[in-house]
């Protein structure tokens, strides 16, 4: 059984960092594209970055130039570098596939940037 967990999130200022990580048990990286996601209060969850198995990125607009997505195949795991994070980030930020599949969907890590 795969499982994908998240962690690293947190209460952070507005143009603070954070680093996200998700750890998958199984060996879904290595043949997939990789995605993180975020749901925001009171809205749909979205695509903010993707990764494929041979290291290219794509990125909402919204979070380009800020976020950078890399992964670890060795260790299973991928990560989400936050910078210059805005009030309008918050929200919980998940990893999946993509596209993603239903039976990965973790707890996922919830992310505040306020003051």
């Known amino acids: 059984q795969v499982q994908l967990v998240e962690s690293g999130g947190g209460l952070v200022q507005p143009g603070g960092s954070l680093r996200l990580s998700c750890a998958a048990s199984g060996s879904i990286f290595r043949l997939n594209t990789m995605g993180w996601y975020r749901q925001a209060p009171g809205k749909q969850r979205e695509l903010v970055a993707r990764?494929?198995?041979?290291?290219?990125?794509n990125y909402a607009e919204s979070v380009k130039g800020r976020f950078t997505i890399s992964r670890d195949n060795a260790k299973n795991t991928v990560y989400l570098q936050m910078n210059s994070l805005k009030p309008e980030d918050t929200g919980v930020y998940y990893c999946?596939?993509?596209?993603?599949?239903?039976?990965?969907w973790g707890q996922g890590t919830q992310v505040t940037v306020s003051s």
């Open positions: 990764i494929t198995s041979g290291g290219i990125t």
């Open positions: 999946n596939t993509d596209p993603p599949r239903v039976i990965y």
